[in-house]
């Protein structure tokens, strides 16, 4: 430790003493500042600053992937076109059907894969950043998927980055339903006492309804925001919590935000209505989009996976 | 006054490192808040004016991933910046003990600040996130600020 440094010049020492004020309201400002100006800033220290870093976790991400097992991927592979191959008759049918009531073909819905970018820094629990962002379609509020369900929507979309958060966000909040369309409910983040302990609770089921364990939970489409039959979790048991006469019962996600390293995002077609309704269809819940995120993360058109109409 | 080129290489070192740690590896609260004890070794050589620089600079990039909470590692920051740099005019001791309790208090109090001005809504209780998860993570932040003082020679002769 240096010897004792006191400022004998007093007028530097109430130099210091405005500086540091200025530099305390100035963080009081940060503080207070409306929110689309906290994004700007945000997003300018992100494009500039940290730009370096995110990129390195993106590149570390995309070797991650690569290195992952062969047999694994070859599991998921077979697991995909077993799926795949269920649906082609399904679609067949379906396309038959729809033309013997001539109804016109859905919209189909189309996903980018992207990266996952967690920050690891205080207060961004429950966020994460994309590496696509408005020129790959993503738009605000789009919703993000993973594997087997829903993992979260977009807060904030830019030119080539999103800002997401996940369920375990607080201000996490999606319109749900059984894969039947019978019972409806407002699913929310419950955190737990630490953050692994996190899950989902649903809220405002009917007293005269009753859900059994194990069954499927679904986005019903109802707020405009996530479309209908994208998979939620299933149900483990009823809460205490429920007020009134409405129940609420404890969830078990499909998606694990702590494994999210890809995801894909739903994005519009100019705008249109997006349809998520292959996920669920055929009965029960489809383990996934048709295909996989592109890994090689090429930006081409390529990583755009589209499901069956 | 003027500190030596040395803390300012340091303190250059933990930012990267810690954006390194926490964003390009994705450590998360397993890699150390190098940050926070950067600023509080930078704090001990500056005057309070750009103790408190150097805390709004280091909160605001802290802040680029927090949308919600934006602003909050700004204020916990600043306030840790200039209560650093007022260490030194209260406390003039370099002793183990004094540079243990100074690290360990000074990220537990970022925490507490952050903590506060958080908000309501993204606040979590105070036991679980102040005494559990603030504790210990302050006791890492102060372990490692102990071996990065030790090693990089800032003069502190106790701990060298």
């Avoid at chain 1, 007093?10 to 009081?28: I, N, P």
């Avoid at chain 1, 995309?62 to 649906?87: F, K, P």
């Avoid at chain 2, 808040?33 to 408190?52: M, P, Q, S």
């Avoid at chain 2, 996130?129 to 600020?145: E, F, H, K, P, R």
């Amino acid at each position: 430790m240096p010897n004792y440094k006191s400022d004998a010049n007093g007028s530097r020492r109430a130099q210091g003493g405005l500086v540091s004020s200025g530099f305390f309201v100035l963080s009081v400002i940060a503080l207070c500042l409306p929110d689309p100006s906290q994004d700007e800033v945000a997003s300018l220290l992100r494009g500039s600053l940290l730009r370096p870093f995110v990129l390195a976790q993106e590149g570390l991400v995309r070797r991650s992937i690569h290195a992952e097992g062969t047999e694994v991927l070859q599991g998921r592979l077979d697991s995909l076109e077993a799926v795949i191959a269920n649906t082609n008759t399904l679609s067949e049918e379906n396309d038959r059907l729809r033309g013997l009531l001539t109804l016109s073909n859905r919209n189909p819905a189309q996903y980018v894969a992207a990266s996952v970018i967690r920050s690891g820094t205080p207060g961004s629990e429950g966020m994460f950043v994309l590496n696509k962002g408005t020129r790959d379609g993503v738009t605000n509020d789009s919703p993000v998927i993973m594997g087997r369900g829903l993992l979260g929507r977009v807060l904030e979309a830019q030119a080539t980055r999103a800002t997401a958060m996940d369920w375990t966000h607080p201000q996490f909040a999606v319109s749900t339903m059984t894969e039947d369309g019978s019972i409806y409910g407002m699913v929310e983040a419950n955190p737990g006492r630490f953050r692994e302990a996190d899950r989902l609770l649903l809220d405002g089921v009917p007293f005269q309804e009753e859900l059994e364990p194990g069954v499927a939970l679904v986005t019903s489409g109802l707020g405009g925001v996530y479309p209908r039959g994208i998979p939620i979790g299933v149900v483990i048991e009823e809460s205490d919590a429920q007020e009134g006469w409405k129940r609420s019962y404890w969830l078990r996600p499909f998606v694990s935000p702590g494994e999210a390293t890809h995801a894909n995002v739903l994005v519009s077609n100019d705008g249109e209505l997006r349809d998520a309704n292959s996920w669920s269809e055929g009965g029960a819940v489809v383990a996934g989009p048709a295909t996989l995120p592109d890994e090689t993360d090429s930006g081409t058109p390529d990583t755009e996976a589209s499901t069956r109409r | 006054m003027r500190p030596p080129l040395r803390v300012w290489g340091v303190v250059g070192f933990l930012i990267l490192l810690h954006f390194g740690l926490h964003l390009s590896l994705g450590l998360g609260e397993s890699a150390p808040d190098l940050l926070v004890v950067a600023l509080l070794i930078a704090a001990r050589e500056v005057d309070i004016g750009r103790g408190a620089g150097l805390g709004f600079f280091l909160g605001l990039l802290d802040d680029a991933f927090s949308v919600l909470a934006f602003g909050a590692n700004t204020f916990a920051m600043t306030l840790v910046g200039i209560g650093g740099a007022r260490t030194r005019d209260l406390f003039v001791g370099d002793s183990l003990f004094f540079l243990t309790s100074y690290l360990v208090l000074g990220k537990w109090m970022r925490d507490f600040l952050h903590w506060i001005a958080a908000g309501e809504g993204l606040r979590e209780s105070f036991v679980d996130t102040m005494l559990v998860q603030s504790s210990i993570s302050a006791a890492y932040a102060g372990v490692v600020g102990l071996v990065v003082i030790a090693i990089s020679g800032l003069g502190w002769e106790t701990v060298r």
